[in-house]
Nanobody
Framework: QVQLMESGGGSVQAGGSLRLSCAAS????????MGWFRQAPGKEREGVAG???????NYAPSVRGRFTISEDKAKNTLYLQMNSLKPEDSAMYYC?????????????????????WGQGTQVTVSS
């Protein structure tokens, strides 16, 4: 059973930066996929960025060039560096994991591709 715990959310002004972390435990093998999702009030959960254990990444068009997903395998920790934040980036951010390689790049940004979820961390960007 994979367990995930996010941290690093908070409040920031537009143009600022935040780094989210997701500590993972319980992987049965070496191969996995992980992603960051967000959900604003009244909106569907959307994929922000995903990464496979072979290093392949994918980003939503709205964050490409501003956000960077990375993984420290030694620490079993996933990160999301968020720069040039905008008010529309405000949402609850969730970490997700799947014990396998998601071969379709679009699946990295689809909630249906993941079996395990963290509790979320709130990000608020003020104008």
């Amino acid at each position: 059973q994979v367990q995930l715990m996010e941290s690093g959310g908070g409040s920031v002004q537009a143009g600022g930066s935040l780094r989210l972390s997701c500590a993972a435990s319980g992987y049965a093998g070496s191969y996995h996929s992980m992603g960051w999702f967000r959900q604003a009030p009244g909106k569907e959960r959307e994929g922000v960025a995903g990464i496979r254990s072979d290093g392949i990444t994918n980003y939503a068009p709205s964050v490409r060039g501003r956000f960077t997903i990375s993984e420290d395998k030694a620490k079993n920790t996933l990160y999301l560096q968020m720069n040039s934040l905008k008010p529309e980036d405000s949402a609850m951010y969730y970490c997700a994991a799947d014990e396998g390689i998601l071969l379709n790049m679009r699946d990295l940004l689809s909630p249906n591709g993941y079996d395990y979820w963290g509790q979320g961390t709130q990000v608020t960007v003020s104008s």
